[in-house]
Each structure stands twice: as C-alpha cells, then as structure tokens.
C-alpha cells in the first residue's frame, strides 16, 4: 500500500476497465470483446480501478484491484485522522466507519454530488 496521503475531503469510486488480450493475432478481434457488461474482477479481465481523490488539491490516485472486497482497506490505508471520505452507496463501501473512516454517502438516485 502506500499513494496518496488523504487528508480533508476525499472522494472514493471505482470504474471497470476493460483489459485482455489486445493485438494477439491468433484471435479475432470481433470476437475478443467483452460481451459481459456492468462490474467485473481482475481474473474476469474487468478489474475495478479504485479513484481516489483529494479535494483540496485535486490529486488523483488509481489503484488496479482484483476485486472491490480490498477498497476499503486501501482507502483506511492512506486515510489521515481528519480525513472525510465521500463514496457512493455501492456495497463494497459499507462498512468504513467502523474501521475508523470518517464517510458521507451520496445516493446517486436522489444526487451526483454535494459541494463542500
């Protein structure tokens, strides 16, 4: 572990990334394309990619996981006592506060986001 230091306002998402075996030329690349849409893992060829970003100076880490089960334990990784996390209602970030995370939660359905 290690990156980015996160004091203050933070935020926390993860976006899936598609990965595979581009430029092999024993495989059709019509057919190499993932047809599986939504979330995946590393061993999928779909890993999640935890962003994590400092509002007070816009300083962005992205940190390739096998799956989102680790998010939360890289995020406390770099977290400073001061620091408040804001992340989505996604599952995997469930539980922060009781490893020690300050978090506020933002209901995509109801907002996007909420200003400092």
Same mark, same amino acid.
């Given at each position: 572990?290690? &990156?980015?230091?996160?004091?203050?306002? *933070?935020? #926390?998402?993860?976006?899936?990334?598609?990965? &595979?075996?581009?430029?092999?030329?024993?495989?059709?690349?019509?057919?190499?394309?993932?047809?599986?849409?939504?979330?995946?893992?590393?061993?999928?060829?779909?890993?999640?990619?935890?962003?994590?970003?400092?509002?007070?100076?816009?300083?962005?880490?992205?940190?390739?996981?096998?799956?989102?089960?680790? #998010?939360?334990?890289?995020?406390?990784?770099?977290?400073?006592?001061? *620091?408040?996390?804001?992340?989505?209602?996604?599952? #995997?970030?469930?539980?922060?506060?009781?490893? &020690?995370?300050?978090?506020?939660?933002?209901?995509?359905?109801?907002?996007? #986001?909420?200003?400092?």
């Amino acid at each position: 572990m290690g &990156g980015i230091k996160l004091e203050g306002i *933070c935020e #926390a998402d993860e976006v899936y990334v598609n990965s &595979g075996d581009k430029g092999v030329k024993d495989d059709n690349p019509r057919r190499r394309g993932l047809s599986v849409k939504g979330r995946g893992t590393y061993d999928s060829d779909r890993p999640p990619v935890l962003t994590l970003v400092r509002r007070s100076d816009g300083m962005t880490e992205f940190v390739v996981l096998r799956d989102m089960s680790r #998010a939360v334990e890289e995020i406390r990784s770099r977290a400073s006592e001061d *620091c408040v996390i804001i992340t989505d209602k996604y599952p #995997a970030y469930d539980r922060p506060d009781s490893i &020690g995370i300050n978090y506020m939660r933002i209901n995509h359905s109801e907002r996007y #986001a909420d200003g400092d």
